[in-house]
């Protein structure tokens, strides 16, 4: 339901700085549980929403920020205007491990942003056993040895995954003599 900074700065390929510096321009929400505190408006407990620019100081893009710091208004997750924290009198202190984002959010935001893992449409690099290649490698040189030239090599390789085949669809030469060629080296020497 809920996913700290750190996991989402892992999903997304960025830092937590990111995500913080697209909440404080609006585009992403964050939040954190509070117990119980008070505000103008009354008693305040339960999930909500950090303003941006009260926890910015944490996210120092040279590393120097605080572990945590004081805020001073929340929104509670079913208003729209922020609350000022009058108990405790100093603000509630938000460590940088209890800032969340929820899947629902998460969600959103990657939608709006074409972020969505969808399965690729792009040949995959896993079309071919290429562990299997390796074993039949290792079978190979062990019952009779290297073949006289890498072409030789590459071109066994390349007609054995074509018998493997059901339409005879092989690498092609570049892609075998790629993964080929490091044995090669290393045997030859």
Request: glycine residues 6%; contains cysteine.
């Amino acid at each position: 339901v809920f996913y700290t900074l750190f996991e989402v700065s892992a999903r997304w390929g960025c830092t937590p700085t990111d995500i913080a510096e697209w909440a404080a321009f609006e585009r992403l929400e964050l939040i954190t549980s509070v117990s119980l505190i008070q505000s103008r408006a009354g008693p305040i407990a339960g999930l909500v929403a950090l303003h941006a620019a009260d926890i910015m100081p944490m996210f120092r893009r040279d590393g120097t920020g605080p572990t945590e710091v004081r805020v001073h208004r929340v929104k509670q997750h079913d208003r729209t205007e922020w609350e000022f924290i009058t108990e405790p009198s100093g603000g509630l202190v938000v460590a940088k491990a209890d800032i969340l984002i929820s899947a629902a959010e998460m969600a959103r935001f990657e939608d709006e942003n074409d972020m969505v893992r969808r399965p690729s449409t792009a040949p995959s690099a896993y079309k071919y056993d290429w562990d299997a290649m390796y074993v039949a490698v290792i079978k190979r040189i062990h019952e009779h040895g290297l073949p006289e030239t890498q072409a030789e090599f590459v071109g066994e390789f390349q007609e054995w995954f074509s018998r493997r085949s059901e339409n005879g669809d092989a690498p092609d030469e570049r892609t075998i003599r790629r993964r080929l060629n490091p044995i090669w080296r290393e045997l030859r020497a």
